[in-house]
């Protein structure tokens, strides 16, 4: 599975951004669990958000519910974070993923945690200015 990730950008405290994510090479989102992480400078990765592959669910951290929204458009195979409300320490790289453990996904996700799934993307920079 590849995973193209594209959106990031500079933007003011409260503002809006949306990334998107195209997924290829053989993904589907019946097999795969596909989500949102980010990484701040010198810090480690974590989770963002993500849609289980069970049912379509979705699950966000907890540094980001009410503000961040993950959707799907299943015919391009493209996943998309809308990000509103966004604070400083919203500012990282954020990094496409899908692995075919939805359980691990899903548990890295809401905790916030890293894990090395089988695909990442290139990863997108979102600044944000205070």
């Known amino acids: 599975v590849q995973l193209q990730a594209s959106g990031g950008g500079l933007v003011q405290a409260g503002g809006s951004l949306r990334l998107s994510c195209v997924a290829s090479?053989?993904?589907?989102?019946?097999?795969?669990?596909i989500g949102w992480f980010r990484q701040a400078p010198g810090k480690e990765r974590e989770g963002v958000a993500c849609i289980s592959s069970f049912d379509g669910s979705t699950h966000y951290a907890d540094y980001v519910k009410g503000r961040f929204t993950i959707s799907s458009d299943n015919a391009k195979n493209t996943v998309y974070l809308q990000m509103n409300g966004l604070k400083p320490e919203d500012t990282g790289v954020y990094y496409c993923a899908a692995d075919g453990d939805r359980i691990k996904f899903v548990h890295h996700t809401v905790l916030g945690s890293y894990a090395d799934f089988a695909s990442w993307g290139q990863g997108t920079l979102v600044t944000v200015s205070s």
């Open positions: 090479g053989g993904f589907t989102f019946d097999q795969y669990s």
